[in-house]
T-cell receptor, first 119, second 114 residues
Framework: DTGVSQDPRHKITKRGQNVTFRCDPI?????LYWYRQTLGQGPEFLTY????????KSRLLSDRFSAERPKGSFSTLEIQRTEQGDSAMYLC?????????????????FGSGTQLSVL | AQSVTQPDIHITVSEGASLELRCNYS??????LFWYVQSPGQGLQLLLK??????LVQGIKGFEAEFKRSQSSFNLRKPSVHWSDAAEYFC????????????FGSGTRLQVQP
């Protein structure tokens, strides 16, 4: 068990460019979450997958954002036409569970995040 | 909508002193409650959780938290702080209505003085 891996650790880009982040969850975990964390704030929920199905998206996830989990394993988060306001730490988390919301939340494992800086 | 408030942005305690970090939530029913810790360069780590039952819950690293329904609070405590406890602490809640994501507070940064 190597934990949740995120790549890259840091990304610096120019405004208007597209960026893609990758998350590799713990292998047996069926649930995968993306969060965004800005300086001095707690993580904010972006989206949630159960296996390959994207079951929930936050209002924060504008049309410029898209997330995929094509085979129910790794996930990618793409931001198109980046803006300076997109600068943040993007966190991925995974868990195993089915059914009620509580199941799986108690075993939520977070990655170290991808720090995005938009110049 | 549910919300979580951590009133203290920054707390400094001396090593060996006791610690209490405050967390208040706003929600009509009893949510699922969590405390996470985030150290620089590290992922968020779950310290403890409350779903139901005994309102005093024990977690890892010697931490405990008490759920008080009347005060809508879930404060984190530790009787004797160690220098390695210096980190950012986040309280989080989840609803029992099918939404599977956590709502986090804005965090409390803990400094430990020697």
């Amino acid at each position: 068990d190597t934990g949740v891996s995120q790549d890259p650790r840091h990304k610096i880009t120019k405004r208007g460019q597209n960026v893609t982040f990758r998350c590799d969850p713990i292998s047996e975990h069926n649930r995968l979450y993306w969060y965004r964390q800005t300086l001095g704030q707690g993580p904010e929920f972006l989206t949630y997958f159960q296996n390959e199905a994207q079951l929930e998206k936050s209002r924060l996830l504008s049309d410029r954002f898209s997330a995929e989990r094509p085979k129910g394993s790794f996930s990618t988060l793409e931001i198109q036409r980046t803006e300076q306001g997109d600068s943040a730490m993007y966190l991925c988390a995974s868990s195993y569970g089915y059914g009620m919301v509580g199941q799986g939340l108690e075993k939520l494992f977070f990655g170290s995040g991808t720090q995005l800086s938009v110049l | 909508a549910q919300s979580v408030t951590q009133p203290d942005i920054h707390i400094t305690v001396s090593e060996g002193a006791s610690l209490e970090l405050r967390c208040n939530y706003s929600y009509g029913a009893t949510p699922y409650l969590f405390w996470y810790v985030q150290s620089p360069g590290q992922g968020l780590q779950l310290l403890l959780k409350y779903f139901s039952g005994d309102t005093l819950v024990q977690g890892i690293k010697g931490f405990e938290a008490e759920f008080k329904r009347s005060q809508s609070s879930f404060n984190l405590r530790k009787p004797s702080v160690h220098w390695s406890d210096a980190a950012e602490y986040f309280c989080a809640v989840a609803m029992d209505t099918g939404r599977r994501a956590l709502t986090f507070g804005s965090g409390t940064r803990l400094q430990v003085q020697p």
